[in-house]
């Protein structure tokens, strides 16, 4: 398979880059800085475009996914003041706007799958995930308060609304990781449709190298996509 990463300098990116790459997959890394991709090993089936996503033409975006079988973004905003109020303030969603407008500009012939790493605080508004009063409550207020949260949902809604279910060159899932850890192996986890814990309130937690494995898992594993398509699975490290 050929496959395309933007952000993949970043803590999760990198992970899914690696075992992609442990796969035999051929992958095409998008990083602003090679420096930031780590120490991963040389391998010939690893092609490093050093860029800003939103910086390339639209023409040069159409080349990179040409005969792609699937893209994966794992874009995010620094937890820093100028990651998160400075721009550009809708990297994620404008990213995935982008990528879908190219991938749709080569017509290919076959659907790719456009696999989205999102949050579990987004909400899966084709399915039954109703919020409290409190939660409504501080949802609002993060939306107004921090453009990361707004820009994570404006991308999934784009998939969506704006791609839907039955389009006829793309396919997608936004994974809803809670929150994020660090671990250096793979361990047990569990995918489900909406959240099963209130990811205010009473988040979970799941480790980055499981979410790469999961986001790895839908792109190789037939089956594993066929099951989540076209949602929003939330991804959780189960407790042993």
Request: with cysteine; aromatic share 4%; net charge positive.
């Amino acid at each position: 398979m050929k496959i395309l990463i933007v952000g993949a300098s970043g803590a999760t990116g990198r992970l899914l880059v690696n075992d992609l790459l442990q796969r035999g997959e051929k992958v095409t890394a998008v990083v602003r800085s090679t420096e930031k991709l780590g120490d991963l090993p040389a391998n010939k089936n690893l092609t490093v475009v050093e860029a800003a996503v939103l910086d390339l033409s639209d023409e040069k975006l159409a080349e990179l996914v040409r005969d792609c079988d699937a893209v994966a973004s794992c874009l995010g905003h620094n937890l820093t003041l100028k990651g998160m109020y400075g721009k550009p303030r809708r990297l994620v969603a404008d990213a995935t706007r982008r990528l879908c407008k190219a991938i749709e500009a080569n017509r290919p012939e076959k659907p790719v799958k456009v696999v989205l790493m999102n949050t579990s605080g987004c909400r899966n508004r084709d399915l039954n995930e109703p919020l409290s009063f409190a939660e409504k409550i501080v949802v609002a207020l993060l939306s107004t308060l921090l453009p990361p949260y707004t820009d994570n949902i404006q991308a999934a809604e784009y998939l969506r609304t704006q791609i839907g279910q039955q389009h006829p060159h793309l396919e997608w899932t936004a994974v809803r990781p809670d929150s994020l850890i660090d671990a250096d192996l793979v361990s047990p986890y569990s995918v489900h449709p909406s959240p099963i814990r209130s990811a205010l309130f009473n988040p979970g937690k799941v480790s980055r190298i499981n979410v790469a494995r999961f986001m790895a898992e839908l792109i190789c594993d037939a089956p594993t996509w066929n099951l989540w398509k076209g949602q929003m699975p939330l991804i959780y490290s189960r407790e042993v």
